[in-house]
């Protein structure tokens, strides 16, 4: 059994071993995001652990695939974890709205590492991030996959997803097809 884990120091020389075995937490950055990530945790452990609690969205801006920078949206990350970390899951909202603006991809992203994949983790993993989107009061999360990424749309459908459609990413994510999903809360 899985649980989601705020991240913490305890947890973090797992985490940081996942990385330096090549999984990443991103699925669109994928290794730059390693790549930042390690140096982050190299220079600063706590700010880079506190960076990934960001309710109040303090920190700094986001950058995208393109190059260019948006405002960081309140969010927050656990780590999947069942006696080390199996993956990650955020969650991010825009304060006063369930809307998303059009450069961010849905509400719930996660990842798994490879040699825990289809166990079932990313499925429960959702189910309890969605008890936190709840508590947030939010009527919904939208959650987008790649139409050939057929595990992750189990996964959404698995906890009660729906297809909502089809759409072109924003051009910062090289505007490829996608599929959004939206579980009603």
């Known amino acids: 059994m899985i649980e989601l884990v705020r991240p913490a120091l305890e947890h973090l020389p797992s985490y940081k071993a996942a990385l330096e075995r090549g999984w990443s937490p991103d699925n669109v950055r994928l290794m730059e995001a390693v790549r930042e990530q390690l140096a982050a945790i190299e220079k600063d452990l706590v700010a880079f652990l506190a960076g990934l609690d960001d309710r109040e969205a303090k920190g700094p801006p986001i950058h995208l695939p393109d190059g260019s920078t948006v405002q960081r949206l309140p969010g927050f990350r656990r780590w999947i974890w069942d006696g080390e970390v199996a993956g990650s899951i955020g969650l991010r909202w825009q304060r006063g709205t369930a809307e998303l603006p059009p450069h961010v991809l849905g509400h719930i992203g996660y990842a798994v590492v490879?040699?825990?994949?289809?166990?079932?983790?990313?499925?429960?993993?959702?189910?309890?991030?969605?008890?936190?989107?709840?508590?947030?009061?939010?009527?919904f999360v939208e959650i987008t996959a790649k139409p050939s990424n057929l595990a992750s749309q189990k996964v959404v459908l698995a906890n009660g997803g729906q297809l909502v459609g089809r759409f072109f990413e924003d051009?910062?994510?090289?505007?490829?097809?996608?599929?959004?999903?939206?579980?009603?809360?």
């Open 114 to 139: 490879p040699w825990k994949q289809r166990r079932g983790y990313a499925t429960e993993a959702l189910r309890l991030m969605l008890g936190e989107a709840r508590a947030l009061g939010l009527p």
């Open 171 to 185: 051009a910062a994510y090289g505007g490829a097809e996608s599929l959004r999903f939206r579980i009603e809360l």
